[in-house]
């Protein structure tokens, strides 16, 4: 079946810091990109919509210069958040689309201390 | 606006009882439907999809479509204390492949 990594799986950083998170599909070409994040016990918030080769699609309310997605390749997207809060301290996860099927990484924990 | 809604739960049932779980949609050209599992603390995954009316079945899980009343269930047969999870219902409307996500019902098997 399609698989879908995540890197790094749990991320430690200070105020102020940026990190960066990708998300591979490894055994199919995703010409799209989901990505979520989730707060404890609450639903999935989709954040941003990337295509290979072209500028990502915010959803309201994102922020698109502290959330820059780059979908470089079919197989790779990275999210950077920029100058992390501790607000910003959530459970991210990325899914990429297989024909009319999205399957999702396994999600990156980050905390903003 | 397009919503999916589910009741959040939790729904309790039995080791070995058929737990069924229920969504409905808004959008009436939503064409493709898919349940997600998510175990507390992980991401979700995917185990059943479902694009034309009436049951799908893929081992303990079935999956039943009814477009004119907007409505999609999972039956989750013999349950298994290891099925106790939140399961998302999602729709993708016709031209979009940007699923739509409900919050989830909260299953709890219990031996």
């Known amino acids: 079946g399609a698989v879908v990594s995540q890197h790094p799986s749990r991320v430690i950083c200070k105020s102020g810091t940026s990190v960066k998170i990708e998300c591979r599909s490894l055994?199919?070409?995703?010409?799209?990109m989901f990505w979520y994040r989730q707060f404890p016990k609450q639903s999935l918030m989709l954040m941003a919509t990337?295509?290979?080769?072209?500028?990502?699609?915010?959803e309201q309310g994102v922020e698109k210069d502290k959330f820059l997605i780059n979908h470089a390749s079919l197989t790779l997207s990275t999210l950077t958040v920029t100058s992390a809060h501790p607000e910003d301290s959530s459970f991210y996860i990325c899914?990429?689309?297989?024909?009319?099927?999205?399957?999702f990484g396994p999600g990156t924990r980050l905390t903003v201390t | 606006q397009k919503e999916v809604e589910q009741n959040s739960g939790p729904l309790s049932v039995p080791e070995g009882a058929i737990a069924s779980l229920n969504c409905t949609y808004s959008?009436?050209?939503?064409?493709?439907f898919f349940w997600y599992r998510q175990y507390s603390g992980k991401s979700p995954e995917l185990i059943m999809s479902?694009?034309?009316?009436g049951d799908k079945e893929d081992g303990r899980f079935t999956a039943q479509l009814n477009k004119a009343s907007q409505y999609v269930s999972l039956l989750i047969r013999d349950s298994q204390p290891s099925d106790s999870a939140t399961y998302l219902c999602?729709?993708?409307?016709?031209?979009?492949?940007?699923?739509?996500f409900g919050r989830g019902t909260s299953l709890i098997v219990h031996p």
């Open positions: 899914s990429a689309r297989d024909y009319d099927s999205q399957y």
């Open positions: 055994d199919f070409q995703a010409t799209t």
């Open positions: 990337s295509n290979e080769g072209s500028k990502a699609t915010y």
């Open positions: 959008d009436r050209v939503s064409q493709s």
């Open positions: 479902i694009y034309s009316n």
């Open positions: 999602a729709a993708v409307s016709g031209g979009s492949y940007i699923p739509t």
